[in-house]
């Protein structure tokens, strides 16, 4: 089964195939890295949670940053966020995002909660 939510003419927030969820690009608003990348990932959290999922359950996350210089400071926020033992497959890189405010942007992928 296939289930898209928040679904405009160019993307979905959310695309459900099965038990896999996958998120699109979330970007933060804040005047810094650490403000962008605390607000990112609050709003994974409540997309995750609305699809029947959360961090403890993600699979892949691939972080891009404009600047690989920021890399330090957005980790220590992730690194805070991710539960213990949890971590899921990660890629980070350098690349220009949508906008020049944009610093940091994150594509999630996850399993539903009460998938094994």
């Not at 995002?97 to 094994?116: N, Q, S």
Request: hydrophobic share 45%.
């Amino acid at each position: 089964m296939l289930e898209r939510k928040h679904t405009t003419d160019r993307m979905s927030q959310i695309v459900t195939h099965g038990d896999t969820i996958y998120l699109a690009g979330q970007v933060g608003e804040g005047a810094t890295v650490t403000e962008q990348t605390r607000d990112m990932l609050a709003k994974v959290d409540a997309l995750l949670k609305e699809a029947g999922s959360s961090r403890e359950h993600m699979l892949q996350a691939i972080i891009w940053l404009a600047d690989m210089a920021d890399f330090a400071e957005m980790n220590a926020v992730w690194d805070d966020w991710v539960p213990k033992g949890h971590a899921p497959a990660r890629a980070a890189g350098e690349a220009a995002l949508a906008t020049p405010d944009f610093r940091v942007e994150v594509i999630v992928t996850a399993a539903k909660a009460g998938w094994r």
